[in-house]
């Protein structure tokens, strides 16, 4: 070779000059003498050119390149050199696509095995799909063991990890605990059922996100297996989680009176059990004291009061409670101005995806409040208005029902939509502020802010109806009759 100038890889491959052609191997000058080096080092099949070839393989930034640098490794030792290559593959995140898919060109068994033991070794998503299209290319047919597994979860074939079964355990656990959420793999355990299923599920409690928590908590209870009760009742206490009180409610489990059946009805955003819970019930009520979502720190104070005015508890639990009164009495301030035009203070009204910051709470601590402030927030997630509220509990007191009767009211009647839950007197909005409950000028309990609305099916005029009427309405407008049941 001459002491300048790039090398003469036909002169150094006549000659089998093998160190000259692995130093022609790094000439990174021209990818051209780099390919014909990796090509004539194939040809003379010297093993001292193993590692600068894998070396190659695994780093030349052209994929030519690269190409050579595998044929050569092959022609020099076949399997048992492609085996070292990937040996060393598996400690590098580079270039593994781009190599995986010259390795299916080997069409090599081994070389398929070898690639597959790869999969749940490699992190990077785009290199597991290179491993895996290198796969689909040498026609690699996965068994019913863990490196199948492994295999179909990379295709997104849930049911084949189901026919596979406590052998794809590992690796749909492994699935399920990597940074991204996976609710198939999840799901895929719960089908599997076995205990094995089950204890990696039990494991999966744990996760960083609660989503994943909640997809475990949900194919726990599918499983039947009562060893998921005590963590799950765990982990109910750290996440306060409707999916975890479905899972153990599935399981056979019932709440009692103790602090486990508050974190329960909690997680069911019943208020009203907390309150009858009383004492254990503390503690859970003041945590939610600092959730993000001002309804839930609302709906907990509200609980709080009403546990403190019930008599239920001693002077201890009392001043428990009142240590958070300023909290609970707080005026409350929306942090942000919203881009859907509500107003500040009442965060449950905004229909806008603008993340905020609100503090305080504003719940007057020594106002009476009834099972209706309580129920409101979990009947108003399940699709009813605060009227279907009232509606359900005044059904049997407030008038004798008759089907068949004619409802017939003036037009000032209809002027008036807002009516007192307890003695019916109803009002204009003129005489209401604007606040949602108001004081009733008459029995001076709490008032509703609007009674329900019917539609005339013939001439599509909006009624509003006092509370408790059931019968056949004469719409004042059309005359024509149409039943009613409010």
Known sequence: MALFGPPDVEKLKTKKNVKGLIKALNFYEDK????????????????????????????????????????ALWAIGREKTIALLIKKLQNTTDSIYEIAS???????????????????????????????????????????????????IEKGEWHKCIEIGTSAIKPLISKSMSGLSCPEAVKALGVIGDSQAVDGLITLLDHDKSDMTNYAAEALGKTGDKRAIKPLLKILQ?????????????????????????????????????????????????????????????????????????????????????????KITEEHVDGKQ?????????????????????RGIGINFHEHYDDTDLLEE??????????????????????????????????????????????????????????????????????????????????KEIWGIPIGKVGKLKCSRCSHIFKVNT
């Open 238 to 326: 750290e996440k306060y989680s409707r999916e975890i009180a479905d899972a153990l409610e599935r399981l056979g489990w019932q709440p009692d009176e103790s602090k486990n059946g508050a974190f329960y009805w909690i997680s069911k955003k019943n208020w009203n059990q907390c309150v009858k819970i009383g004492a254990p019930a503390i503690f859970p009520l003041i945590d939610i004291l600092k959730s993000y979502k001002w309804s839930e720190r609302k709906a907990a104070a509200i609980a709080l009061v009403k546990i403190y005015h019930s008599g239920m508890i001693d002077a201890t639990y009392k001043q428990m409670i009142l240590s958070h009164k300023s």
């Open 338 to 358: 919203h881009r859907d035009g509500t107003s500040y203070s009442d965060c449950n009204e905004h229909r806008d995806s603008h993340v905020h910051g609100d």
């Open 102 to 152: 010259t390795l299916s060109e080997t069409g090599s068994k081994h070389v398929a095995k070898s690639l597959a033991k790869m999969i749940p070794e490699t992190s990077s998503l785009i290199n597991r799909s290179g491993i895996i299209k290198a796969l689909d290319k040498l026609n690699w047919q996965p068994k019913k063991d863990e490196l199948g597994a492994y295999y179909w």
């Open 378 to 459: 979990e009947q108003i997630k399940i699709g009813l208005n605060e009227n279907d509220v009232l509606n359900e509990q005044l059904h049997d007191e407030i008038i004798e029902k008759d089907e068949n009767q004619i409802l017939t009211f003036d037009h000032e009647e209809f002027l008036k939509p807002y009516q007192c839950r307890n003695c019916l007197m109803t009002f204009k909005s003129s005489e209401l502020g604007d606040k949602r409950w108001q004081e009733c000028p008459k029995c001076k309990n709490l008032t509703i802010k609007t009674k329900p609305l019917v539609t005339c099916p013939s001439c």
């Open 32 to 71: 051209e003498i780099r390919k014909k080096a990796a090509c004539a080092l194939g040809s003379i099949k010297d093993r001292r050119a193993i590692d600068p070839l894998i070396s190659s393989a695994l780093y030349d930034k052209e994929k030519i390149v690269r190409k050579n640098d595998v044929d």
